[in-house]
């Protein structure tokens, strides 16, 4: 079974770029049948999608982040990762790494697996 | 952009009893493959979310089968036959069209 890992500072000052890293085990990032996703949520407030990665490094991105957000894969670690930059207190939030699966016959997935989450806080 | 709205924004309900959400979105999500990009999650206190149901009515990995999905093209819903201490939480209802995410604000659950 997949296991997703967030790591990264918990505090970033405003205007600076957050960074984070999935670790994934029990699987291979390279795998043809998934996705890699960042998914993030304010406190006390709902789900917002930010971005998700296939192995070989093509992206799709949220329109409303999209000037702010790469994501990119390491396959040698099996690690994928997120940097937002220029990021205000609006920032702030648990930020969770998901997969999407997509099957034989093309049915979609996705986040069936999910890390634990990580809080990142921006503050001066 | 796809949104997506949901109703009620909360529910208390009687253990036994069942509880229904529904969820709309602003196009369709049908796609022209002839698959509806339709999912829902549960994200119970504390925890990560987890799927409930994929492509409008699939129950993912686990998941019981007191939990189903039914709709098409822009109305959804899920229903939970007989509501328990442990369905409590925050449902969201989810598009993924075109590999594109929009998450609903959710309905949170709780029981009377």
């Known amino acids: 079974q997949l296991q997703l890992q967030e790591s990264g500072p918990g505090l970033v000052k405003p205007s600076e770029t957050l960074s984070l890293t999935c670790t994934v085990s029990g699987g291979s990032i390279s795998s043809s049948s998934y996705y890699w996703g960042w998914i993030r949520q304010p406190p006390g407030k709902g789900l917002e999608w930010i971005g998700s990665?296939?192995?070989?490094?093509?992206?799709y991105y949220n329109p409303s982040l999209k000037s702010r957000v790469t994501i990119s894969v390491d396959t040698s670690k099996n690690q994928f990762s997120l940097k937002l930059s220029s990021v205000t207190a609006a920032d702030t939030a648990v930020y969770y790494c998901a997969s999407l699966r997509i099957t034989i016959f093309g049915v979609v997935i996705p986040w069936g697996y999910w890390g634990q989450g990580t809080l990142v806080t921006v503050s001066s | 952009d796809i949104v997506m709205t949901q109703t009620p924004l909360s529910l208390s309900v009687t253990p036994g009893q069942p509880a229904s959400i529904s969820c709309k979105s602003s196009?369709?999500?049908?796609?022209?493959?002839?698959?509806?990009?339709l999912y829902w999650y549960l994200q119970k206190p504390g925890q990560s979310p987890q799927l409930l149901i994929y492509e409008v009515s699939s129950r993912f990995s686990g998941v019981p089968d007191r939990f189903s999905g039914s709709g098409s093209g822009t109305d959804f819903t899920l229903k939970i036959s007989r509501v328990e201490a442990e369905d409590v939480g925050v449902y969201y209802c989810?598009?993924?069209?075109?590999?594109?995410?929009?998450f609903g604000p959710g309905t949170k659950v709780d029981i009377k």
């Open positions: 990665i296939y192995y070989s490094g093509s992206t």
């Open positions: 989810m598009q993924g069209i075109h590999l594109l995410f929009t």
């Open positions: 196009q369709s999500l049908l796609h022209s493959d002839g698959k509806t990009y």
